[in-house]
């Protein structure tokens, strides 16, 4: 790091290589997904980037390193947790579009969403199929099913939007 | 843009930077900078008349030891950990700043029963208002540039450290100053003060030392 400092590429493309591999393994012990993995990685390296002139030559590089990958990761979680809000706020309207078309008068729009269900994926059919028809609260599927809160959530926006496009396509 | 990319983009555009000094170093310069700025602001505005009977006094030399240890050391040795990655220190070491301002209102609250009490005191605590802030403000704004120009992981932490010890070390000039010792004026116009600037720094912290997203910056 001290040799990127004053400006050596190659050195600096070494670091940085050991630095992705280093940085991917702490990101893979916390996080589950590969794409979120990735995006902390790259966000570690940018700012591995921008801050490099507060590396002190006389302390260890780790600690530093490892320091940013902290906050970076720290930042996606909170991140990740905005963007889960703000999107299950979104779902309210579109889950009274369900909802309503679960409780139609109509057996064939009831039938037609059991069937648009049955298109969902096996997860997303599991989690809208206790929230609608068994009425388990979030909480309750996150214990039954061994899924976090907000992956139930993210779940069940990510299925509504799929029954939406189907029900929409189907003119209902 | 996959990883190996970014690190390809990155190693192509590296230029040489010009290293931060360390943190004791740093803190240090500051110190010196904003003690150098007090004294001056103090000698120009002119002591208190009883000052020397007041060194003396050892409940006045304990406030001022507190002021200057505690809060005003520790602060700036916090704000300046802060902002460099990986020399964050332990909860345990921020809290000391906490400590030394809890002691302080101890102090003033203990010292309460001895001294006289005025009504009219508390009114006149503008002017110890301005004059921290007058004294505080250059040591201020050295700090936040400074840690500005490092890599503050916690604004918010960061701006409140900064403030406070700025502001702590204004206010001992400010008790060199003033010569109103009323327990009730020191507890709202001289604690509360330093108190106040230091929420104030949260902000300032979160809106001056939060840095524009990484890729934003970068990759233009």
Redesign the interface.
Known sequence: MSR???????A??TL??EV?ALVRRFARRRLRQADWQ?EV???T???I???????????PFL??????AR?RLLEFAEKQRRRCRNEIAGDDVLEEVVSEAMIAESGARVGFVRQALALLSLKQREIIQLLKFEGLSVAEISRRTGLSQSSVKVTAHRGYKSLRRLILEAGL | MSSDKIIQYLARDLQPVRRLRGVEQRTLLWGGFALSCVSIGTYVLGARPDLSQKIRDPAYLCESALLLVLIFVFSARSAFHLSVPGAERSKGARMLPLLGLLLWACLITAHSGHSPSGAADSINGWACIWRMTGLALAPALAVLLMVRRAAPSSPGWTGWFALLSACSLAMLGTQILCANDDPRHLLIWHFGAVLVAGLVGIYLGRWLLTRAHVRRVIIR
Not at chain 1, 49 to 59: A, I, L, N, S, V
Not at chain 1, 63 to 68: E, F, G, S, T, V
Request: glycine letters at 6%; zero cysteines; aromatic letters at 10%.
């Open positions: 990127a400092q004053d400006g050596d590429r190659g600096y493309q940085l290589i992705m990735d990685v790259q966000e390296l940018l700012s980037h921008r801050d490099r002139h507060t590396y002190d030559p006389q302390r600690p530093w390193m490892y320091a940013i906050h």
